[in-house]
């Protein structure tokens, strides 16, 4: 991004370009390295043709061939640097940004399928030695009072870093519901919006000794009673308060997925000084109404759109991205048709949408 203001001469001054708009494409990085490198194909036939300018790659502690922690080696498989890095330096040249994210604190485990990190290191566990298999939970948590938890993830975050040459990072942070957990001995009885924002300032002061822009999901940050958003989309556990807690330089992706007349998390993440990233699923009703409501609300501070998935690979998005408006849902097809009918739809409007841009 250029300065503000380019000095010609003593007198003379040229104005800036405008901030771009944000128009985003988040989904899970496919561990197969040929399926990985399929990405190419979807960015440069169908997410730059449509105005895509950013790319979020979700890793798992298994989704990656770690070399930084030799304790993960046995669970974490796939791509690595090799790739990560033709891929990336793909991106850059059809002008799109590639942002690694890995999911810190929640997101831990997935039905009975707990990640390699727990697995590796039971001892940072939140709920350790609790509901085997999972039952009874959402998804494990690790201990944000543990300083053996940073001491890893921090390795972890700066080999994506690395291997993407990236300089932005998606820290994920969304649906934590283990926080502040009786069974763990370091963070019982604690408030559990001072330990989701001691997470959130520790992992934002290791990013930015790397220059790295921090992203996350802002679910946690918001109050689900007083917004109305319930305990999906924001948070009935108390994690609410870290909002007023953190740094404001943090570029908070906000996601609702259901249609409603107004969101008014819009306003409440402008208004605390955060850029914000509004983030949309599947409904096509639901993605315009947040569309028509983000542009109401804008701000500098508002960016754009971020098109999220839930499961799809890159031939599949591709397929959806490039079938012509009159085409018929495939048989079988899953939510990764109607997310790249979306994105075929509205991402073009919000590549040329001047209420939005905020400067990275």
């Not at 319930?230 to 996601?255: L, Q, Y």
């Not at 259901?258 to 306003?267: G, T």
Request: glycine fraction near 8%.
């Amino acid at each position: 991004m250029l300065p503000a203001l380019l000095v010609l001469g003593s007198s003379s001054v040229l104005p800036a370009d405008p901030p771009r708009p944000w128009v985003g494409f988040h989904m899970f990085a496919p561990s197969d390295p040929a399926a990985f490198l399929q990405i190419k194909d979807l960015v440069a036939k169908g997410l730059k043709p449509l105005g895509v300018n950013a790319l979020i790659l979700e890793f798992t502690s298994d989704s990656f061939a770690y070399q930084s922690v030799p304790e993960l080696k046995p669970f974490a498989r796939g791509v690595g640097k090799k790739e990560a890095r033709e891929l990336a330096t793909f991106c850059r040249a059809q002008g799109v940004r590639v942002i690694p994210q890995l999911n810190c604190v929640g997101h831990q485990s997935w039905a009975e399928t707990t990640y390699g990190l727990l697995k590796a290191f039971p001892d940072i566990d939140e709920t350790p030695g609790q509901f085997p298999d999972n039952k009874g939970i959402y998804c494990r948590s690790w201990c944000t009072s543990n300083p053996k938890s940073y001491q890893i993830v921090f390795r972890l975050i700066d080999e994506l870093l690395d291997a993407f040459q990236a300089d932005a990072f998606h820290v994920g942070m969304d649906e934590v519901f283990l926080i502040g957990h009786q069974s763990c001995p370091l963070c019982r009885g604690k408030d559990p919006g001072e330990l989701f924002a001691n997470a959130v300032k520790r992992l934002h002061a290791h990013l930015k000794t790397k220059r790295a822009t921090m992203l996350m999901w802002g679910d946690r940050l918001l109050d689900g009673r007083a917004t109305g958003y319930g305990e999906w989309e924001a948070s009935t556990n108390g994690t609410h308060t870290a909002i007023d807690r953190i740094p404001k330089d943090i570029v908070v992706c906000d996601w609702h997925y259901e249609e409603r007349p107004s969101y008014p998390s819009l306003e409440i993440l402008q208004q605390k000084g955060f850029r914000v990233w509004p983030a949309g699923w599947r409904s096509e009703a639901a993605t315009a109404a947040f569309l028509e409501d983000s542009r109401r609300k804008a701000t500098p501070r508002m960016m754009g759109h971020l098109f999220t998935t839930w499961g799809g690979g890159p031939e599949q998005f591709l397929a959806a991205l490039t079938a012509p408006d009159s085409a018929a849902k495939p048989e079988g097809a899953a939510e990764w048709w109607n997310v790249g009918r979306l994105v075929r739809r509205f991402a073009p409007q919000v590549a040329k949408d001047p209420a939005f841009g905020a400067k990275p």
